[in-house]
């Protein structure tokens, strides 16, 4: 088959052959960005080897408590997760002195089993490992191979800010979620810690803890070259251009005429009422709270986000780990030529289950100008004005009849790129290197219309998929991005 200049496939009419050989598929695991020989040897995951026991320390340094007002950290969450547990329904029918008195009884003891669990947990570093023991009947001994570190977070929640307190999270590639959260610590010995993992995980020299790391100060501002700041007043502008926004005026009057027309006013009727509006208005309103005074730099090889009101993150990634960068325009954002961008970093993106623990944004908001220019930080010569895609063939509008012309997918000289979407337009961008498989897929309507689906996959994530290729152009396009992971890899 012969092929033209990279990034255009080859003509081939429905007679042209199938390749009959397999498609070559990346180098095996020792080649991939991020895995690293282990001990315990193939059959144990580094990211997560656990030991019985735990008491002795093996040498090096004294082993670390968590601060001792952790605990009482701790008990609020507990109390607050339980008052929000026990519904209106439940105080109108037990009465509020015995309301209070399952309450007191609950946080009591989600108090005490937080202190046991603050008295048997404790962490050091060991070489290259972070060592972080805990468990009481069942003691184990988790231990972090730092040079799988693909990011570390430092939160600080209300209650944190108030003591002075912080929490350090870990992601590693491999872990799905936050491995091993250190809560809490004091603050500089939270921004310590992180330097010192990272430049663990970097290869660097094996530095000392400080004698004086509790008495620094944490600098209010990331470090590094300033990339951008995001206007508080264009969060608040862009959660009002939401449909959550525009549906909750209808659901208010509707609610509205409904209670009139029955009379029915009673506590318990409002308080349900309230609670299921501030149910609609939490998403949009979590946002702001979470992305306010959003700053991005950029300090040699890593990324430093810094964001959030009432829980402050600082969060801290090498740009060597970014799998993918995701743009997306949403529907009532077009009009302001507004855009978002994500990043997905092996690990986490997809492994937790609330988009509030996803520490993935790279701009809440922004104009599209402001957007390329990130992304040539992130992803250094790539263009977002220069990604061209290729739509799918015409016989993919039985498939898709209003989307068929929002769904594209092309080939850069560094990165793989792939849109979709009809009202809200998401282009998906994977640099050639972080691709870890490549598949083709067909269901059996694109059988039947000979098309099919070609996915890159990515470390721990979604990566990117041109959906409903013509099937020769399929087969091409899977062989082309084969290669170029290849070629990428071993020149990364």
Known sequence: MSQGRPGTPPTSGP???????????????????????????????????????????????????????????HGAKSLAVVIAGLSWSTLSRVGFGWFAAMVVVLALGATVLAVVSWYNTGYHVVGRELRVYEGLLWRRTRAI????????????????????????????????????????LRVAEAAALRQRLLALAGGG????????????????????????????????????????????????????????????????????????????????????????????????????????????RAQTVPLNRVQTVGVTWPLLWRAKGWLRLRLEVAGYAAGEPDDRNRPDRLLPVGDRGTGERIVTEVLPGVRLDELATTLPPARARWLRPLSR????????????????????????????????????????AQRRLRLATVHADTAGGAGAAALDRDLAEAWWLAAELTSRARVARRAD
Request: charged letters at 20%.
């Open 405 to 444: 012309r929002a769904v594209g997918a092309g080939l850069d000289e560094r990165v793989f790129a792939a849109r979709s979407g009809l009202l809200t337009r998401q282009l998906t961008v994977v640099p050639y290197a972080r691709i870890q498989s490549v598949r083709v897929t067909q269901g059996p």
């Open 205 to 312: 020299p094996v530095p000392q803890p400080s004698p004086t790391a509790a008495e620094a100060t944490v600098t209010p501002t990331p470090p590094g070259q300033a990339l951008h700041s995001v206007a508080n007043r264009h969060l608040l502008v862009s959660q009002l251009l939401t449909p959550q926004a525009f549906l909750l005026p209808f659901g208010v009057a509707f609610v509205v005429t409904q209670f009139l027309s029955e009379g029915s006013w009673s506590f318990i009727t409002v308080a349900s009422t309230l609670t299921a509006m501030a149910g609609v208005l939490l998403q949009p309103i979590r946002r702001v709270l979470d992305d306010w005074n959003f700053r991005l730099a950029r300090d040699d090889g890593t990324l430093r986000i810094r964001n959030g009101l009432l829980e402050t």
């Open 15 to 73: 007679e042209s052959p199938r390749p009959t050989a397999p498609i070559p598929t990346p180098d095996s695991a020792d080649d991939r960005e991020g895995v690293a020989a282990h001990p315990d040897g193939p059959g144990r995951h580094p990211a997560d080897h656990r030991a019985e026991g735990g008491d002795t320390n093996p040498g090096g340094e004294p082993r670390q408590r968590l601060h001792p007002l952790s605990p009482a950290l």
């Open 145 to 184: 191979p730092l040079e799988r570190l693909q990011a570390v977070e430092v939160v600080r929640p209300l209650l944190a800010q108030l003591t002075g307190l912080a929490e350090l999270r870990l992601e590693v590639v491999g872990g799905g979620k936050t491995e091993a959260p250190l809560a809490y």
